[in-house]
């Protein structure tokens, strides 16, 4: 089974700087998506970012960027220029894309705070 | 265009009750899936439908039960609680399955005392 692992259960940055959160994967498929999912204080989740594994590009919103690895099956999240906004927990997640139905597999989150 | 709207927000139930969860997907959403959240476990999968049919299921106890209807609105049922069960309950929805790219509503807070 697809395993999805965040090993910084928090993290902090100051305002306006940039930081990294990190994600691995496990999993023996080819094809598949992963993505970034923010979940702020009021708990509605919502998609920061997602990338195909088939995409040698790393996908880029705004002040959003992902530095995949495939590889090293690593999918890191890195935020420039942080605003208070930001502060959330940050769920990296993963889905095949094969056909079979397999279910969006999170792993278990980085709490980012902002220092102003 | 409304979100995905979960019912109830908070509910307080007793150990050995049932509790039904509600979820109206985004119109024009097919796919509503179904995640248990807690500070422990983290996001649990417990149920993805996509036209009234049941595609997926988590490994989870057959306590908990789900379906989902001809408008694609969804239920969640969960029965005989014990209290590892407190959660907060999220429901998604997507125009279809494995997209990956879901849309959550609030959730509902469910305490068992």
């Known amino acids: 089974a697809q395993t999805v692992t965040q090993s910084q259960p928090e993290m902090s940055v100051q305002e306006a700087e940039t930081v990294t959160l990190s994600c691995t994967y496990d999993?023996?498929?080819?094809?598949?998506?992963l993505f970034w999912y923010k979940q702020p204080p009021s708990r509605q989740m919502i998609l920061v970012i997602r990338?195909?594994?088939?995409?040698?590009q790393n996908a880029t919103e705004n002040r959003f960027s992902v530095n995949f690895q495939k590889a090293a099956k690593s999918f890191s999240l890195k935020i420039s220029d942080s605003q208070l906004g930001d502060a959330a927990m940050y769920f990296c997640a993963y889905r095949s894309a094969n056909s079979g139905n397999t279910p969006l597999v999170f792993g278990k989150g980085t709490r980012l705070s902002v220092i102003a | 265009k409304a979100g995905v709207t979960q019912t109830p927000r908070y509910l307080i139930k007793t150990r050995g009750q049932q509790v039904t969860l509600s979820c109206s997907p985004i119109s024009g959403h097919r796919s509503v899936s179904w995640y248990q959240q807690t500070p422990g476990q983290g996001l649990q999968f417990l149920f993805e439908?996509?036209?009234?049919?049941?595609?997926n299921k988590g490994n989870f106890p057959g306590r908990f039960s789900g379906r989902q209807f001809s408008n694609s609105r969804s239920e969640m049922n969960v029965s005989t609680l014990e209290l590892g069960d407190s959660a907060l309950y999220l429901c998604?929805?997507?125009?279809?399955?494995?997209?990956?790219?879901?849309?959550f509503g609030e959730g509902s807070r469910l305490t068992v005392l």
């Open positions: 998604a929805s997507s125009w279809t399955i494995n997209t990956g790219e879901l849309f």
């Open positions: 439908y996509f036209s009234e049919t049941q595609r």
């Open positions: 999993t023996s498929e080819s094809d598949y998506y």
């Open positions: 990338q195909e594994a088939y995409k040698q």
